[in-house]
C-alpha cells in the first residue's frame, strides 16, 4: 500500500517539495520514499516517509547488499536528514539564533561569491567556448567550491539560499564534469580538446562537435544558476557581493 493521500501533502508541504537529501527543489520530480521498506514491516505512516528527488532516490533504492559497493543509507540517517531539512525549511519567523543563522549564512555567501569570481570562473562558465584553450588558474575556485560543497558548514541555514546553492552546485558539477571529460591540462598549464590537427582529422569529429556543444550549454545553465544564487544572496542577506 503506498502513503495516504493526505500523508504525501503534508510531506510536501513539509519539504517544500526540496529533497530531503541534496536540497534541490525539484517541484513534481518528488516522491515519498519508505524509510523502513513495507516488505519489511514499514507502516504507511507520516513518520516513515522522507520526501527525496529521483536521484537521490535511486541512490537509496539501488544499493545492492549482495555487491556492496559505497554506503548504504541507513534508516537513522535518513530520518536524520529528514529532520533537520524540515527544521530549517519551518524557520520563517525570526527565532532566537537568528542572528548568529544570519552571520552564517553571511559567511558561506561570501566564500562561495569568492570562489566562483577570484579567479574569473564565473566568466568562464558564462562566455567560455571550449573549443578555445583556458588557463588551469581560471577553473580553481570552481574546483575547490565543488571540493567545499559536500562540506556541512558550506550549507545555508536560510531554505530559500539551501535549495538555490543545491540546485547551483548540482549544476556546476554537470557542467564541469562534461568539461573535464573532454578537455585535459597540456604543458603550458592551460587545458585544451587535445591539438587541434589532431581534432580536425579525428573520425569522430561530429561527435566532438555535439559533446563540446552539450558541455557549453551546461556551463551556461550553471552560470545562470549562479546569477540567481546571487540575487538571492544579496537580497535576502543584505549583502553587496561584487564581480
Ligand atoms: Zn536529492
Known sequence: MPFSSVIKADLMVASRRSCCICHRFRGV???????????????????????????????????NAQHPRGTKYSGSELRKHKVEWFKRVAVVAPTANLAEHRQI????????????????????????????????????????????????DMQFFDADLETARAEFVGDLAKGMSAVSFLTSLTGNGNYSLGSSIEIDLSPRIEEIRKEVAKANDLCSEAAVSYSELFHLMRSKLGIDLRF
Open 29 to 63: 520530480n518528488i516522491e515519498v520514499h519508505h524509510i523502513v521498506e513495507e516488505s519489511k514491516g514499514g507502516p504507511n505512516i507520516a513518520d516513515n516517509g522522507i520526501p527525496l528527488c529521483f536521484d537521490c532516490h535511486a541512490d537509496v533504492k539501488h544499493y
Open 105 to 152: 549564512d553571511v559567511r558561506i555567501a561570501t566564500e562561495i561569491h569568492h570562489y566562483m569570481t577570484s579567479g574569473g570562473g564565473f566568466y568562464f562558465l558564462r562566455d567560455h567556448d571550449i573549443w578555445a584553450s583556458y588557463k588551469s588558474s581560471v577553473v580553481e575556485g570552481i574546483f575547490s567550491l565543488l571540493n567545499v560543497s559536500d562540506n556541512p
